[in-house]
């Protein structure tokens, strides 16, 4: 045990608030500015810290993006699975609507989301591992989830997995846009579960085929 | 008449190729980097022009912008109208799915969008106005292409009209972000089809209504 212990106990606490504080300063200024538009100084100035006490706790700009996109991963990883294993079948569908419901009150998280995701694009981007491995976590989980539904006799034998699984995500991807802009207009809820409706009517074993 | 008009003429020629040589070093730059992460110093570089020649062009970044997506999207709205007037019912369908045919063979076109789309959504961004009215429009187009669609009989009275416009909108957005991300493993126009043809099934008034 190191002497003495309750200054130490202090600075911990600080250590963590402080993180915290730049983990959500850093939310905001991606969000609006983007990561290439953002610099340490400004985080470091909204987090209330000198730049030098930031890069204490995060020792690069990229540092803090991946703080910051890994908090927000394993939060809604938590959230999906609500606490147990991940939701297959349809359900898996349902808890992506829970999930978008839930998005529609965290605008600063989505515009992070949106804004990142566009610039990691590109190879170069510090986040463009992450979002390889984001897509391609979600893909595995919904790939797995629709064919697991089949197995189980929820989802027609026919439905074709890729098609479901890749538009999906491109309708979470594209509301939040729409919702980012026009936030009155756009309720990426009923739209999610309009797009979840539609897939069901189709691909439900209790369906009729559609007529060709 | 002025003189000595062949020089003129000349100057024309060299300033019409100039513009459209910044434009498309402008796609190029903007795609890779975004709006923000590109200098004008940049753009003059890859044009093969001092900064005052290309300022000369175009009297600022954000011109320059205005110009690349003007021309986009007036180059598009050609290709959807074929020359003549816009189509509508699922026609507006499926000249969207002729258009990500094309767009799947125009990664640096997409890459522009999928960027300064994700960052003008900021109020303040130079293209924020454009974005406005960019999904404004073509939210406009298809609201009335499925309306003209229900009045025809092709598109059943009861398709809930803002539901198949947004979520197709969102899939044509949510495709190039995963497109860009993995060319090889993502086919853009097999996708968006996919997507059309479940709200035929659903929607088409051929169609019997899904069961409940």
Chains 1, 2 share one sequence.
Do not use: C
């Not at 809604?76 to 529609?104: H, I, K, Q, T, Y």
């Amino acid at each position: 045990m190191s002497f003495p212990p309750r200054y130490r106990s202090r600075a911990d606490v600080s250590g963590a608030e402080s993180r915290a504080k730049a983990v959500q300063a850093a939310i905001e200024l991606f969000a609006a500015s983007g990561y290439k538009g953002t610099s340490i100084a400004r985080v470091a100035e909204r987090t209330g810290l000198s730049q030098s006490g930031l890069l204490h706790h995060f020792p690069s700009k990229a540092a803090l993006l991946s703080a910051v996109l890994e908090a927000r991963d394993a939060e809604d990883g938590e959230f999906l699975s609500a606490g147990g294993d991940a939701p297959m079948g349809w359900a898996a569908f349902d808890s992506l609507a829970a999930l978008v419901a839930r998005n529609s009150t965290r605008p600063q998280l989505v515009g992070l989301y949106v804004r990142v995701s566009a610039e990691a694009v590109e190879p170069g981007h510090p986040a463009h591992e992450w979002l390889r491995s984001h897509y391609a976590n979600v893909e595995a989980w919904l790939t797995d989830a629709v064919r697991v539904g089949q197995e189980q006799g929820e989802i027609r034998s026919d439905a074709p997995v890729d098609a479901l699984v890749r538009t999906t995500i491109a309708v979470l991807d594209g509301l939040q846009q729409q919702w980012l802009l026009n936030p009155g207009g756009v309720s990426m809820p009923k739209l999610f579960n309009a797009h979840v409706q539609g897939l069901r009517a189709q691909w439900s074993s209790a369906a009729e085929p559609p007529p060709r």
